[in-house]
């Protein structure tokens, strides 16, 4: 049953081409945490790796060297010791009531005020569930409306900020001749203000995992993160993308807002 809603997942979030800290010998995990860890987590795992969905809920690995990427046991609510392999951006665990066999244990929210949830599905039935609208939850917030769900991997990202001069396409078409140049995307999240003259647009390829957002306010801007192997194609598609656009590049800078005479000039500061 766990392959079914495995793949009704992917379906639902594709998984990144190359998972984080994705593999290795599950005894050396499984021993020292005293239990088997369900098949469904195993497969869940290899597919999609560590990272987030839809930049809320965070899917932990129990291999690689992150002191943030961990299976472990805490004491939950009612005095119970619960397996932890997960969290949400609010703080709250997601985690296993281990009674009975590996593929038979409930999903615990516990929230970080001490509130919890139990819900009778493996980890996969429960993230595919959430990605879907179908939870129901009262602690964990829901996805936001009309957005397809995405998934990004935890890894180390370059920051660069494109801040472009004005052109002859009005701001939607911009924003559809990016993406198109940038294709295929996935939404991750917007806001507008009421006139539509300001707002931003976060979206991400999915075949090569660059986050981007488009600053909709005068003047307009194009910042993207993505892994540091990925530069060399990232600027000459960006600057494809602008050229499209009908539009120059002004100033290039980090992610935090440093200027930079080039794109390589300086290691990355981090950023948006």
Do not use: K
């Not at 609010?90 to 001490?114: I, K, N, Y």
């Not at 829901?142 to 009005?170: I, K, N, Q, Y």
């Amino acid at each position: 049953m766990h392959l079914t809603r495995l793949t009704w997942l992917t379906r639902l979030v594709p998984p990144p081409a190359v998972p984080v800290d994705a593999a290795g010998d599950w005894g050396v995990p499984e021993a020292a945490l005293g239990v088997r860890l369900p098949e469904d987590y195993r497969r869940l795992v290899e597919t999609y790796g560590w990272g987030e969905f839809c930049d809320y809920l965070y899917l932990h690995t129990p291999f690689g060297s992150s002191p943030h990427n961990r299976v472990e046991w805490q004491r939950g609510p009612l005095g119970r010791d619960l397996l932890v392999w997960g969290a949400t951006m609010d703080a709250d665990r997601l985690c296993w009531l281990t009674d009975g066999e590996p593929r038979s244990w409930a999903v615990v929210v516990w929230g970080q005020d001490g509130e919890y949830e139990t819900f009778a599905a493996d980890a996969t039935g429960f993230l595919a569930d959430w990605t879907a609208g179908r939870t129901g939850s009262r602690i964990l917030s829901d996805m936001e409306p009309d957005l397809a769900p995405w998934f990004t991997p935890s890894r180390p990202r370059v920051h660069r900020c494109l801040r472009l001069t004005e052109g002859p396409l009005d701001l939607p078409a911009r924003l559809h001749v990016l993406r198109e140049a940038l294709a295929p995307t996935v939404d991750r999240g917007r806001w507008h203000s009421e006139r539509g003259d300001d707002g931003q647009e976060h979206f991400a390829t999915t075949d090569t995992d660059w986050l981007l957002t488009y600053d909709l306010a005068r003047p307009h801007q194009i910042r993207v993160a993505f892994p540091p192997e990925d530069s060399e194609p990232v600027r000459r598609r960006l600057l494809d993308a602008v050229r499209l656009m009908g539009c120059e590049v002004r100033q290039l800078t980090t992610g935090t807002g440093i200027p930079l005479p080039s794109w390589d000039a300086a290691a990355d500061d981090g950023g948006a």
